[in-house]
């Protein structure tokens, strides 16, 4: 169980108690002592009894106190052998020292450890056995007992001290049970909120991987296809290669453009995403491209953002694949919209330069299914006749096509 500190300067009465808490075995003791010493005192006291005191009843007193040393491992078992001491002593007529004293610590141990069904039922049968003992006395001696005298004025001080402890070992108990609830609580829910935040910070590497791996593979490539032209090009046709060395500069600038982006946004930790479009295709991915593209392009002015950021990585990643692993030189892009659903297909002629089991496995088309699948769409890639497709089928939002319906 946790220790909390008050707050502020300690009194000695708090310094005193944060001691003894520390240290266990040591406050055992002393109350072990300490009851040693009242109980000593309560024998010397000679009231009551029909036996003077002698070695045996301090036994009693001495062994009361060292069960205090037990009390916080076993408290039910100090609590039984604590009641057989004591009706043992009362039995052998020795001088009254009550049945509150004697029990208390071990009553208490026993609530502040266990339910009270145990320390209330202990009490209860202790009572009802004195009471049935001086009722079955009354009759062998034929004497007029006031039991209810007896009670009162004779027990009611030890039952209210049993009570009491009772009540505070049950009181102690409670709060402890409380705050380890508590502390239960606490740590669930930390480690709900760290599974959450994992969650979200997985979900944001996945994007950022996406992004990175549709733009700089794009990019990557097309200064890969262009730098070749303009190796071949300079001998026989130096304008040529001169355009071409101008598209990989352009397209090297760009990209380092995007990537102090990608560092700053991850820097500020926000998530600032690019402004793709379809239209955007034309200015961009189009132009830049080694293929010559045949696009039909049919669609409204404008999308959701998310709709038009994934038609757009859909085209420049299957754009990608093609000029990396397609003999082509042209593919045809096609981005219109049907039946209240947005239908790309890009596909070429071939043939392959590798497997398409190796184009269709790999991380970009992973991407791409992942994109249409955030939105509720399909996407299937795979060969076409002696080339490749990828078809995507993505809805579009209910409420844009009400609004077209009511204009």
């Known amino acids: 169980?946790?220790?909390?500190?008050?707050?502020?300067?300690?009194?000695?009465?708090?310094?005193?108690?944060?001691?003894?808490?520390?240290?266990?075995?040591?406050?055992?003791?002393?109350?072990?002592?300490?009851?040693?010493?009242?109980?000593?005192?309560?024998?010397?006291?000679?009231?009551?009894?029909?036996r003077m005191p002698d070695t045996l009843a301090y036994i009693c007193a001495v062994a009361l106190g060292a069960l205090m040393l037990?009390?916080?491992?076993?408290?039910?078992?100090?609590?039984?052998?604590s009641l057989l001491i004591l009706l043992g002593y009362i039995l052998l007529g020795y001088p009254n020292i009550g049945l509150g004293i004697p029990l208390a610590p071990?009553?208490?141990?026993?609530?502040?450890?266990?339910?009270?069904?145990?320390?209330?039922?202990?009490?209860?049968?202790?009572?009802?056995?004195?009471?049935?003992?001086?009722?079955?006395?009354?009759?062998?001696?034929?004497?007029?007992?006031?039991?209810?005298?007896?009670?009162?004025?004779?027990?009611?001080?030890?039952?209210?001290?049993?009570?009491?402890?009772?009540a505070l070992g049950d009181t102690i108990r409670s709060r402890r049970e409380l705050a380890e609830r508590s502390a239960r609580v606490i740590e669930a829910t930390a480690q709900q909120e760290r599974a959450l935040a994992q969650a979200v910070a997985a979900t944001e590497r996945a994007d950022i991987a996406r992004e990175?791996?549709?733009?700089?593979?794009?990019?990557?490539?097309?200064?890969?296809?262009?730098?070749?032209?303009?190796?071949?090009?300079?001998?026989?046709?130096?304008?040529?290669?001169?355009?071409?060395?101008?598209?990989?500069?352009?397209t090297s600038r760009e990209?380092?453009?995007?990537?102090?982006?990608?560092?700053?946004?991850?820097?500020?930790?926000?998530?600032?995403?690019?402004?793709?479009?379809?239209?955007?295709?034309?200015?961009t991915v189009f132009v830049t491209s080694p293929l010559e593209v045949n696009a039909q392009i049919e669609v409204a002015d404008q999308y959701e953002h998310k709709v038009?950021?994934?038609?757009?990585?859909?085209?420049?990643?299957?754009?990608?694949?093609?000029?990396?692993?397609?003999?082509?030189?042209?593919?045809?892009?096609s981005i219109t919209e049907q039946e209240g659903a947005l239908e790309i297909c890009v596909r070429d002629e071939g043939p392959r330069k590798g497997s398409a089991?190796?184009?269709?496995?790999?991380?970009?088309?992973?991407?791409?299914?992942?994109?249409?699948?955030?939105?509720?769409?399909t996407l299937e890639a795979g060969p076409w006749h002696k080339g490749f497709q990828v078809r995507a089928h993505i809805p579009l939002s209910s409420d844009r096509h009400q609004e077209e319906a009511l204009a």
């Open 357 to 377: 089991q190796s184009i269709s496995s790999g991380m970009g088309i992973l991407g791409m299914k992942e994109r249409v699948s955030a939105l509720g769409g």
């Open 106 to 166: 071990a009553l208490y141990s026993a609530a502040e450890r266990h339910r009270l069904r145990w320390p209330v039922t202990i009490v209860g049968a202790l009572l009802f056995m004195i009471f049935a003992a001086a009722l079955a006395a009354s009759f062998v001696r034929e004497t007029d007992t006031h039991l209810l005298s007896l009670f009162v004025y004779t027990l009611a001080p030890d039952i209210a001290l049993m009570a009491a402890v009772i």
């Open 308 to 333: 038009e950021a994934t038609a757009y990585r859909i085209v420049q990643e299957a754009m990608t694949n093609t000029a990396k692993h397609s003999a082509t030189e042209t593919v045809a892009v």
């Open 212 to 250: 990175l791996h549709d733009t700089l593979g794009h990019q990557t490539t097309v200064i890969s296809m262009h730098t070749d032209v303009a190796a071949e090009a300079i001998p026989e046709d130096p304008q040529a290669a001169q355009r071409a060395l101008g598209v990989v500069g352009s």
């Open 1 to 50: 169980m946790a220790l909390t500190l008050p707050d502020g300067p300690l009194t000695r009465s708090e310094r005193l108690r944060l001691w003894f808490t520390r240290r266990p075995r040591v406050a055992d003791v002393a109350l072990g002592l300490g009851l040693i010493l009242v109980l000593s005192w309560l024998i010397q006291a000679e009231q009551g009894g029909f």
């Open 70 to 81: 037990l009390r916080r491992t076993f408290p039910l078992l100090v609590l039984c052998l």
């Open 255 to 283: 990209m380092m453009r995007q990537l102090r982006d990608t560092v700053q946004t991850l820097r500020e930790y926000e998530v600032s995403p690019p402004l793709l479009s379809i239209r955007a295709l034309d200015s």
